[in-house]
């Protein structure tokens, strides 16, 4: 079984910064796109940023040219650098990821959630 486990949310003021972090473990075979969600009460969960196995990213409208998602395929682990952090951006942020099983099928995988609270 392969869990994702997050760390890295908090509290933090309107243009400061946070480092959210997301590692897989258990009996990986092949992680594949690996995501950042986030989710406010009352609404859907809304995708933040994207990244392939390959490297290529996606990023939602709202955080382009502020957040940044990278990937190390060697540890399993994904992370969302957040600069210029506005009020809007406060949520539970979630990990998500495309894990190939060694039967060759894929599960989509979840973490637990982390809070990030931007306020003044």
């Known amino acids: 079984q392969v869990q994702l486990v997050e760390s890295g949310g908090g509290l933090v003021q309107p243009g400061g910064s946070l480092r959210l972090s997301c590692a897989a473990s258990g009996s990986i075979f092949i992680i594949n796109a690996m995501r950042w969600y986030r989710q406010t009460p009352g609404k859907q969960r809304e995708l933040v940023a994207v990244?392939?196995?390959?490297?290529?990213?996606n990023y939602a409208d709202s955080v382009k040219g502020r957040f940044t998602i990278s990937r190390d395929n060697a540890k399993n682990t994904v992370a969302l650098q957040m600069n210029s952090l506005k009020p809007e951006d406060t949520a539970v942020y979630y990990c998500?990821?495309?894990?190939?099983?060694?039967?060759?099928?894929?599960?989509?995988?979840w973490g637990q959630g982390t809070q990030v609270t931007v306020f003044s």
């Open positions: 990244i392939a196995r390959d490297g290529s990213k």
């Open positions: 998500n990821a495309d894990h190939t099983e060694i039967s060759r099928s894929i599960r989509s995988l």
